[in-house]
Nanobody, 122 residues
Framework: VQLQASGGGLVQAGGSLRLSCATS????????VGWFRQAPGKEREFVGA????????YSSDSVKGRFTISRANARNTVFLQMKALKPEDTAVYYC????????????????WGQGTQVTVSS
């Protein structure tokens, strides 16, 4: 499977953005999909994930209540809806895929797409 994140941009603090992760190759329904971010000078952070069937999601404490992950398997797309954005959310956001049953752990992800830049101004 190949993944491509899109939808990033510049937004003011308190605003919203929706990122998309489009997939090609094998159907996205075969994979659990996670979102990660990496800010300049910082380590990559596991933001959250959605299971293959959408029955379960995971969100990190830093985004819980503000970010929502969903998927549209028929469209081979996974979404990251972000609201109440803060300047500290500024980062390159990546989507990734795994078939591991440990999909709620960042270390499980081994297929990566290119990222999209999100910049939140204060």
């Amino acid at each position: 499977v190949q993944l491509q994140a899109s939808g990033g941009g510049l937004v003011q603090a308190g605003g919203s953005l929706r990122l998309s992760c489009a997939t090609s190759g094998r159907p996205v329904s075969s994979y659990h999909v996670g979102w990660f971010r990496q800010a300049p000078g910082k380590e990559r952070e596991f933001v959250g994930a959605v299971s293959r069937s959408s029955a379960s999601t995971y969100s990190s404490d830093s985004v819980k209540g503000r970010f929502t992950i969903s998927r549209a398997n028929a469209r081979n797309t996974v979404f990251l809806q972000m609201k109440a954005l803060k300047p500290e959310d500024t980062a390159v956001y990546y989507c990734a895929a795994t078939v591991s049953t440990l999909w709620y752990q960042g270390e499980a992800y081994n297929v990566w797409g290119q990222g999209t830049q999100v910049t939140v101004s204060s």
